[in-house]
C-alpha cells in the first residue's frame, strides 16, 4: 500500500510495481552509474558530514552542494581492495539493479566513492596494505602510501535515479563512512580533481540551510532520521531508492 510524505509516494518494498514504474523512463537517456560517499565525523558530539560546493563551470549543478562522487569508471571494477563489502550491503546493491548486478560491478561502485572522495576532497578512505596490485594514476597516491581502498566499514544508505526528461542522468548509491577510517589527506585541504570548492564539516542541521539539489536534501532527511535509532548504520536496515516517474517522486525501500 502506498502513502504519501512531502509530496512523494512512498512504496513499502523494492515490489515488482514499484520496479516497474521506474523502468519505463526515458530509454533514450539511460542513466550511468554514480556513487558519492557521506563522512561521518562523531569526535565532537553531534555528527558532522563533509560537503563541498560544485564549481560554476559545471554543466550538471553548478553551485550546488554535494558530497564527494562521480561517475563510474569501468576500471573501478578492477581495484585490488583491502576488505570486501559487508554481505548485507553487497545484496542490496544488487538489488533492481539496472545495468548489471554482478559483484564486480558492486563493489565497483563503492570504489567509485573512495576514487572519487579522493580526487574532489584528497582524503584517502583507506587501510594499510600491499599495494603492488593498484595500477593507473588515479590510485598513484594510495600505492605511494602503502594502501588500498577499504570497503568493509562502508555502509548503503540510499540510492536515487535522475529524473527522465534531463541531458545527463545518474543512477547514485549514497554510502557513508565512519572518518576514522581516513587514513591520510592531502595537506592542501582539498583534492586534485578542483572539482569542489569550500568544502565544510557540517551538522545535518547546517548543511540543510546550504544551496542543495532536492535529492541531496531528502538523503540528508533520510541519514538524520536513521541515527537516532541505528546510529552504527547496520548494512541490513531498509535503505531508501528515489526515482521519478513524470512529475512525481517516489520512494521505495531495499
Given at each position: 500500500m502506498m502513502r504519501h510524505i512531502n509530496n512523494i509516494e512512498v512504496h513499502p518494498d523494492l515490489t515488482a510495481?514499484?520496479?516497474?514504474?521506474?523502468?519505463?523512463?526515458?530509454?533514450n537517456v539511460r542513466p550511468k552509474d554514480a556513487a558519492t560517499l557521506i563522512i561521518l565525523d562523531h569526535d565532537h558530539g553531534t555528527p558532522k558530514i563533509l560537503m563541498?560546493?560544485?564549481?560554476?563551470?559545471?554543466?550538471?549543478?553548478?553551485?550546488?552542494?554535494?558530497?564527494?562522487?562521480?561517475?563510474?569508471?569501468?576500471?573501478?571494477?578492477?581495484?585490488?581492495?583491502?576488505?570486501?563489502?559487508?554481505?548485507?550491503?553487497?545484496?542490496?546493491l544488487r538489488c533492481g539493479a539496472r545495468n548489471g548486478s554482478s559483484d564486480r560491478r558492486m563493489r565497483g561502485l563503492a570504489i567509485c566513492a573512495i576514487r572519487e572522495t579522493y580526487e574532489e576532497a584528497g582524503l584517502f578512505i583507506a587501510a594499510q596494505a600491499d599495494p603492488s596490485g593498484l595500477?593507473?594514476?588515479?590510485?598513484?597516491?594510495?600505492?605511494?602510501?602503502?594502501?588500498?581502498?577499504?570497503?568493509?566499514?562502508l555502509r548503503f544508505i540510499g540510492r536515487a535515479?535522475?529524473?527522465?526528461?534531463?541531458?545527463?542522468?545518474?543512477?547514485?548509491?549514497?554510502?557513508a563512512i565512519d572518518a576514522r577510517h581516513i587514513a591520510d589527506r592531502l595537506s592542501e585541504g582539498t583534492g586534485p580533481s578542483g572539482e569542489l570548492e569550500d568544502l565544510h564539516w557540517l551538522t545535518?542541521?547546517?548543511?540543510?540551510?546550504?544551496d542543495l539539489p532536492r535529492i541531496t536534501k531528502e538523503i540528508l532527511h533520510?541519514?538524520?532520521?536513521?541515527?537516532?535509532?541505528?546510529?552504527?548504520?547496520?548494512?541490513?536496515?531498509?535503505?531508501?531508492?528515489?526515482?521519478?516517474?513524470?512529475?512525481?517522486?517516489f520512494r521505495a525501500e531495499i
Open positions: 510495481n514499484a520496479q516497474r514504474l521506474y523502468d519505463g523512463s526515458l530509454p563541498g560546493r560544485r564549481h560554476m563551470r559545471h554543466r550538471f549543478m553548478p553551485g550546488k552542494f554535494v558530497f564527494p562522487g562521480g561517475r563510474l569508471d569501468a576500471a573501478d571494477r578492477y581495484v585490488p581492495c583491502a576488505d570486501d563489502l559487508p554481505t548485507g550491503v553487497m545484496e542490496k595500477k593507473g594514476e588515479d590510485w598513484s597516491a594510495f600505492k605511494h602510501r602503502s594502501l588500498l581502498p577499504t570497503l568493509s566499514p535515479i535522475t529524473p527522465p526528461g534531463r541531458s545527463r542522468r545518474f543512477d547514485t548509491r549514497f554510502f545535518i542541521a547546517d548543511a540543510h540551510d546550504l533520510e541519514l538524520e532520521e536513521r541515527l537516532k535509532t541505528d546510529p552504527e548504520l547496520a548494512p541490513q536496515s531498509p535503505t531508501p531508492f528515489f526515482f521519478m516517474r513524470g512529475k512525481s517522486m
